[in-house]
Structures are given as C-alpha cells and as structure tokens.
C-alpha cells in the first residue's frame, strides 16, 4: 500500500460509522537493515475483510525478520482456517471475532516452528495488529510496541507489552522456571554491566521469533494478546507500530504529542526523526503509522472532533496485563 493511499473498507458504503478508511505511511532510519513490516489492508477470509499490519526487528542478521514479514499473513489466514467450518447461519465477522485471538497465537507458534526448522542464527522481535471495523487485536513479542491514539485529550495507550528482562519480573521468573538462566553479560567489580539477558542465548528480551539458542533457556514465541474496541463516538484513531529504535527514545506520550494532527505521512517522519534526535546511530529505526479516518478526504484521524470523551480500557484475554491496566 503506497503512502497517502486511503484503502476503504468493502463494508464503509453500508457502514460507514463502524468501518472507517484508512491510510498508511512507513519511515526508517536503516543501519543494520534488520528492521522489516508488512501493511496489508484487506486481508480476506470467508467473506471478512481485515487489516492486518506487522512490525519485526530483527538481530543476528535479518533473516529472522524477513521470514516473518513473509509468513505471518498467510499462517494467520491458515490458522483461521483450521477452525474448519463455521456453524450454519454464524455471522462471518462473529466467527472471525471468536477465533482471531487463538489464530494469531498457532500462527505465532508456526512462524516460530518455520524458522527453527531453517537452522539459521537468527531472531526477531514481532508485533502485529489486526483491524476489523472498530476491534483492534494485538499480538506481540519482543520489545517492538504498537500503541493506539484517539486524540482529543484522550490519552495513547500501549496495545502490546515489553518483553524485557530489566523491567519484567514476571518473565524473569519464567525463564528461570523453564531452566534458562538471568544474568548480565559482564561484570565490573562486582556490578553487573549492561542490559540482563537469557542463558543460554544472550538475548534481552524473553520472547522472540527464531534464536534457537534462546528457546533452550526457556524464550518462548508464545505473544501476548490484547483486544479493544474503539466506541463510535470516537471518528478517527490512529495506530503506531514502532522498533525499540523509537521507544528507547521516546515515551508513548511523547509520541502522541510528537506526531500530534500531523498527516500520516508526517507523523511517521516526525517520530523518525525524533528519535534519531534523541537516540545514537547504530539502530534501525522503523515507525509505521496507521490512521482510520472517519473521511476518507481527512489528512489525519483528528480533524474531526468527537461530542464527548469516552473511558475504555484495553483487553488482555489470554494473560493479564504487564503491570497497571492502560486506560483510554
């Protein structure tokens, strides 16, 4: 999908209220070249429409990535179908909505199995989101984050969790429970020195796609998931999926308040840049920004304001939420 083509939905001329136009905007700093996504509005399934956006960042070489911006659309339509058959006279987008959360974990599961099997020295991390309408579902390893931004004084939330040893005790805690071991890289009189990271395999993040070594030190692939629904008395929202290259730089607020009403396009340039500013040069950078517009003429999700503010707090259905549950 090129930048500032607005994709619309098939089911907007009948519903225009619940099933919003969007568009899409990629910007990267590359180094490494490790960084790759996928956009794919208007992925179909059994008469569903969705959109479907990925992020993975890659480390050991960009392999691991690459497989993952290749496979996970149509190993999440593969676990969609293994579902097999819907009852007589289900709603398609009930049963899209019923099964989604279980598919995106098996298409996690095959895309990790897929890659291990290649023997290759290579992990990423893995986020993804998927838009039906106005349900938004996530799914992510690693410590690349989407967030969603309805504006209007109504704080960004975070739809997908941080996967790092420093700041999760939880998964600490799983890791040495499936037999891995927690420990810095190095020490220095006594201190240790850098980030934690998994024993076997050295990685910092506890859950990835690949890194071979690191499933032997108890890494899983297994994401966790979290759905919403933005309410209709919000016309526009916008999704930022981004690599640690942008959040090591800047807080989720920070970012809202980065890209403010600028157009999608310009928003994923600002934050680019932004974090190039605030950051060193030896990481990819990579922001895909993803803007339902509730006109298709709009140049952001913003331009028109909501009557009032709404509270709502994102799900997580298949764990609890990382820490305090994000309200927005």
């Not at 209007?152 to 499936?178: F, M, N, Q, Y």
């Not at 890194?211 to 032997?216: L, N």
Request: glycine share 10%; aromatic share 6%.
């Amino acid at each position: 999908m090129n930048t500032n083509e607005v994709h619309v939905h098939p089911l907007s001329a009948t519903d225009p209220l619940g099933y919003l136009p969007c568009r899409v905007a990629h910007s990267r700093k590359v180094m490494k070249g490790e960084d790759k996504s996928f956009a794919s509005p208007g992925v179909q399934w059994r008469g569903v429409s969705f959109d479907a956006f990925g992020l993975f960042d890659g480390h050991g070489g960009k392999d691991a990535a690459e497989h993952c911006a290749d496979r996970f659309v149509p190993a999440l339509i593969e676990a969609l179908e293994a579902a097999g058959p819907s009852p007589p006279e289900t709603d398609p987008e009930d049963f899209f909505e019923d099964r989604i959360a279980v598919a995106l974990v098996a298409a996690f599961a095959t895309v990790d199995q897929e890659f291990l099997g290649k023997d290759i020295h290579s992990g990423a991390t893995a986020t993804i989101v998927c838009v039906n309408g106005r349900r938004v579902h996530s799914a992510a390893v690693g410590d690349s984050l989407a967030t969603l931004d309805c504006g209007h004084g109504v704080s960004a939330v975070r739809l997908t969790p941080e996967h790092r040893l420093d700041t999760s005790a939880a998964e600490r805690k799983r890791i040495e429970d499936a037999g891995g071991e927690v420990r810095a890289t190095a020490f220095e009189e006594g201190k240790p020195v850098g980030p934690l990271r998994v024993w076997p395999g050295g990685l910092a993040v506890s859950r990835s796609i690949g890194d071979r070594d690191g499933k032997r030190g108890g890494v899983s692939s297994e994401p966790e998931i979290s759905s919403l629904i933005v309410p209709d008395s919000q016309p526009g929202f916008r999704l930022v999926l981004a690599s640690d290259g942008l959040w090591d730089a800047v807080t989720v607020k920070q970012a809202a308040q980065c890209a403010g009403r600028l157009a999608t396009a310009a928003a994923a340039a600002a934050l680019c840049k932004r974090a190039q500013k605030q950051k060193d040069n030896r990481d990819d950078i990579t922001v895909l920004v993803v803007d339902a517009l509730a006109d298709p003429a709009h140049k952001d999700p913003f331009q028109e304001k909501p009557p009032w503010k709404v509270a709502f707090k994102v799900k997580w259905p298949l764990r609890g939420a990382p820490g305090k549950e994000p309200v927005l």
